[in-house]
């Protein structure tokens, strides 16, 4: 079956540091990849995707590319502040079969002054 | 526009009894999911509902159940409750497969 796998947290910065959370993947078929953010006390919320192979996505300085070649979509951020602290979900759906998707752990990241 | 709703955002229930959740997607999306949030297990899919029919189920047991209705709001209900049933229960809604979903906050269930 399908699965993600996040690096393990928490991963601790200082602002305007450099972000890389790591998600690999294993499907069975070609799948969208997604990545969330979930803030204190709140659901989920969609922070970028990509839906093909070399696709890249980007929202609020994060990115992150769809690598088929080493399964993987690694989160990105050149500078990050206070404000990016959170816990960030990598996600995997298909197009046909979109209403479930497979979620990883989560990695919290805390961001320090 | 408004997000997607959940009620009650807290409820506190004791072994054995029942509860109904409430999800109210954002106008126009026919899709909604249900997740059970755990910090041992994560994220885990309930169940999916499109057009007033369960499109998809998880690995959850049958007392785990839910209903769509024509005006897309969704509920879930658990019947018989156990103390492993405490949880954020997330609901879902998305406008077209593929695009992912937009997620209300939640409701925080604790079991006693």
């Known amino acids: 079956g399908d699965s993600v796998t996040q690096m393990e947290g928490p991963v601790t910065l200082s602002e305007e540091a450099f972000l890389t959370i790591n998600c690999t993947y294993t499907a069975t078929g070609y799948p969208s990849l997604f990545w969330y953010v979930q803030y204190p006390g709140e659901g989920l919320q969609l922070l970028l995707k990509?839906?093909?192979?070399?696709d890249k996505g980007s929202n609020k300085g994060f990115e992150a590319t769809y690598r088929k070649e080493t399964t993987s979509f690694h989160l990105e951020k050149g500078s990050v502040q206070v404000s990016d602290s959170a816990v960030y979900f990598c996600a995997l759906s298909y197009n046909t079969n979109a209403g479930k998707s497979t979620f990883g752990d989560g990695t919290t990241l805390t961001v320090k002054p | 526009k408004a997000g997607v709703t959940q009620t009650p955002r807290y409820l506190i229930k004791t072994r054995g009894q029942q509860v109904t959740l409430s999800c109210s997607p954002i106008s126009g999306h026919r899709s909604v999911s249900w997740y059970q949030q755990t910090p041992g297990q994560g994220l885990q899919f309930l169940f999916e509902?499109?057009?007033?029919?369960?499109?998809n189920k998880g690995n959850f047991p049958g007392r785990f159940s839910g209903r769509q209705f024509s005006n897309s709001r969704s509920e879930m209900n658990v019947s018989t409750l156990e103390l492993g049933d405490s949880a954020l229960y997330l609901c879902?809604?998305?406008?077209?497969?593929?695009?992912?979903?937009?997620f209300g906050s939640g409701t925080r269930l604790t079991v006693v």
């Open positions: 509902y499109f057009s007033e029919t369960q499109r």
């Open positions: 990509a839906t093909k192979a070399d």
């Open positions: 879902a809604s998305s406008l077209q497969q593929g695009n992912g979903y937009t």
